[in-house]
């Protein structure tokens, strides 16, 4: 099965709201996530990432939450905008992999004005 | 700010022909990655390659694959034979020397093959 995966393939929210997406991962033994947002025809952009010897970390806007003890990730985006519409991506590194990253199904967030 | 860039943004080919995908990496980075994304699928890895040559590939990333650094600055992946299942975004990335170092994506290349 995948190692990562997201709970809700699809979140409505008013702007304004606070969004939450969920992610959650199989191997215990990765130790680097990142989130990564993805607009119609582009690329994955970073948004903020965190390591496994933390359990949040704050950006303009967005936290991450990692609790390792049930191989959870959640990014929460404060006051959501129009502008954050677009597909939300979790990632995951093991040590050892040169970097590769596993990614999530993916969450689509819908902001409606 | 630095970014990664890739070319063409839309290629279409036919089936069976060969074709290369480009990619300029930001400039102090070290590690690359070439990933692809089948419409309405994840992100999934195909590569990667440090200091000249292929670090770790998938499964997907069978001998009708291959990467190069031809210069300093370009990474490219050809595709010898394409075929129809090939069709796809590609992604590059790159990163500094740490693993845990963020990776940064180009904006994709569009690949249809007819």
């Known amino acids: 099965g995948e190692s990562v995966g997201l709970h809700l393939p699809t979140l409505s929210v008013q702007e304004g709201d606070n969004s939450i997406i969920n992610c959650a991962y199989s191997n215990s033994a990765s130790d680097y996530f990142i989130w990564y947002k993805q607009e119609s025809g582009k690329g994955p952009q970073f948004i903020i990432d965190i390591r496994s010897n933390m359990d949040k970390r704050q950006g303009q806007r967005v936290t991450v939450l990692l609790n390792k003890t049930v191989k959870h990730l959640s990014l929460q985006i404060a006051a959501t905008q129009p502008g954050d519409s677009a597909v939300y991506f979790c990632?995951?590194?093991?040590?050892?992999?040169?970097?590769?990253?596993?990614f999530g199904q993916g969450t689509i967030l819908t902001v409606h004005p | 700010e630095p970014e990664v860039t890739q070319t063409p943004s839309h290629q279409v080919t036919q089936m069976g022909q060969e074709v290369i995908l480009r990619c300029v990496p930001i400039s102090n980075h070290l590690y690359f990655y070439w990933y692809r994304q089948i419409l309405g699928q994840k992100v999934e890895f195909l590569v990667s390659?440090?200091?000249?040559?292929?670090?770790?590939k998938s499964e997907i990333f069978d001998d009708q694959f291959s990467v190069e650094r031809p210069d300093g600055s370009n990474f490219t992946l050809k595709i010898r034979s394409t075929k129809l299942e090939d069709s796809a975004m590609y992604f590059c990335?790159?990163?500094?020397?740490?693993?845990?170092?963020?990776?940064?994506f180009g904006p994709g290349t569009r690949l249809l093959v007819l």
């Open positions: 990632a995951e590194n093991v040590p050892g992999s040169y970097g590769k990253l596993t």
């Open positions: 990335a790159s990163r500094g020397l740490s693993y845990q170092e963020t990776q940064y």
């Open positions: 390659f440090y200091n000249n040559e292929i670090s770790e």
